[in-house]
């Protein structure tokens, strides 16, 4: 495994296994019996108590002879540069090598220290990225060519982009049961089928239709349409009557599903675009008209930034980006001309929880697809949806809407090229 790759990944606790077998092949020379990888929960004199990757803690004792070295987000082991023990500060991330005690206690002979703002900037940076990216639902795939296809956009004239991935793209797959990307397990694009969502980190070409992609990260997740059943909030379960499938799904609900309410002016342009109506004028007015007729007085409030939900402060911003930018104002969404980034909408809208959600109302889901023992994980979920529903009856185009998904930035921990 490459020390880049390892470095990286002391921004994510859950790769502790790949952090050790490169350091016991970088420091082999100090002969080292302990291995430690963690968090620094706090510090007392030459001593730092580590809450390790393995869910304990672990006391570092410094001496000395002990080797500290600081390493960046991207660094290899050796770019590591010698710094006192005065600047490791509690939430910094550790891995070190020494000689055990007694109890939980090492002598370390050396300590790699990662350091807590460096992490967050390198997460911020990455999470940047990745939301700059592409996603959509992979169309076709050509392992040999090293290409992915994948539909775009919210109507069906939005052209297909071309990933392309090389030897140094990192390829990641999501866990089946599991939303978070920190789950998400090394893979290659043969895993990848149609069908699959994707999303890509990397370089667009002139025109949008390419993408050189650094990192891959893909999974097989379930696209729903339908009519809420129940909502248990106190048990975290949601029942659905699928519209394609035409009977219901139960599904998890965690503290990693993002849960949002589109505005009605906001589903109304959605539902215009989804009809393959040309934004702008020939669509839907500023208070968000669609074909229906008029918006409720409340929509038309929220347009205009009024109203006392959270989130309705944003929802005529959200509302001129789905049909395109405002004239003479600031672009809300995507490149002038072109699709919103319908993930920069949605992270705009006020969030729901499930007690808000009623029997029968509309809902959007993208989910993990289970295993035979557990049930399908709400990655994203949308209500106030009836607009689209309308727009695409049988729900399947509808659900592809949240495709490219969002789980939250990656943490930035996932191995990287170099």
Request: aromatic share 2%; glycine share 14%; net charge neutral.
């Amino acid at each position: 495994m490459k020390r880049v790759e390892t470095c990286r990944r002391l921004l994510s606790p859950g790769a502790a296994s790949a952090f050790l077998l490169v350091l016991a092949t970088a420091l082999g020379a100090h002969a080292a019996s302990t291995r430690v990888v963690g968090t620094v929960k706090s510090l007392s004199g030459n001593s730092i108590v580590v809450t390790t990757d393995a869910g304990g803690e672990s006391t570092l004792n410094l001496t000395a002879t002990t080797h500290i070295l600081k390493v960046l987000p991207g660094q290899t082991l050796k770019d590591a540069a010698p710094v006192q023990a005065s600047e490791i500060k509690v939430g910094d991330r550790i891995l070190a090598a020494g000689e055990p005690g007694e109890g939980n206690q090492t002598t370390a002979s050396t300590v790699v220290v990662m350091k807590q703002s460096d992490i967050a900037e390198k997460q911020r940076e990455e999470g940047d990225q990745w939301r700059r990216g592409v996603g959509g639902i992979a169309k076709e795939v050509n392992a040999a060519a090293g290409t992915v296809t994948i539909a775009n956009g919210l109507s069906a004239g939005a052209k297909p982009i071309l990933i392309h991935a090389s030897s140094s793209t990192a390829i990641r797959r999501y866990s089946p049961d599991s939303v978070k990307f920190d789950d998400a397990k090394p893979g290659t694009l043969d895993e990848i089928k149609p069908g699959d969502q994707v999303r890509a980190r990397g370089q667009k070409n002139a025109d949008g239709t390419e993408f050189e992609a650094q990192a891959i990260v893909s999974g097989t997740f379930r696209e729903i349409a339908g009519t809420v059943i129940s909502a248990d909030a106190a048990g975290g379960n949601l029942t659905v009557m699928d519209l394609a499938a035409k009977k219901p799904v139960t599904l998890k609900v965690t503290a990693d599903s993002q849960m949002r309410q589109l505005p009605e002016p906001v589903a109304e342009r959605l539902a215009m675009r989804l009809k393959g109506a040309p934004p702008g004028n020939g669509g839907p007015n500023p208070a968000g008209a669609g074909s229906g007729g008029a918006v409720s007085a409340r929509a038309q409030g929220e347009a205009s930034g009024g109203g006392s939900n959270p989130g309705q402060g944003q929802a005529g911003e959200a509302a001129a980006g789905a049909s395109g930018p405002r004239p003479g104002g600031p672009r809300a969404f995507g490149a002038a001309g072109g699709p919103p980034d319908f993930q920069q909408i949605l992270s705009r809208m006020p969030g729901v929880s499930l007690s808000d959600l009623h029997k029968g109302e509309a809902v959007m889901v993208v989910a993990t697809s289970g295993t035979t023992t557990t049930a399908p994980t709400t990655i994203t979920l949308l209500s106030g949806v009836e607009p689209i529903l309308a727009a695409a009856p049988s729900g399947a185009a509808a659900a592809t809407m949240l495709s490219p998904w969002n789980l939250g930035a990656p943490s930035g921990g996932e191995a990287a090229p170099e």
